[in-house]
């Protein structure tokens, strides 16, 4: 059988060297997502101005890359951390999108 050495995106001293908090900016910040968010992003501009589309998509790249295995969980942790809040692009201090939100654009995708 043969092993197939898959190249890393970090060298691994490095890895080891930074926080886990660190590892979702490192991971998140270089990934352009301005042409995913052109294709899912609402046609019109009325109506309520809802949440930014780029930061829905950093939330689902989260939820894969920390193994969150729902919807409702993803929610859950973003709500109560205002680190992945910071991190996906969501205030602080405000509301997290709902999950039926996320479904929606889930379905756009």
Known sequence: MN?????CLFPFEELLNLSETDKLIC???PIDLKPVVEKIKPK???????YNP???LRAFLVQQIEKIPSRADLV???DRS???RYVCGFSTTGRVPSE???SRYYSKL
């Open 76 to 78: 859950s942790k973003i």
């Open 27 to 29: 991971i998140l910040d």
């Open 3 to 7: 092993n197939i050495r898959q190249e």
């Open 54 to 56: 780029e930061a829905i």
């Open 100 to 102: 039926a939100t996320f």
């Open 44 to 50: 019109s501009n009325k109506g309520p101005t809802g």
């Open 82 to 84: 205002p680190y992945l």
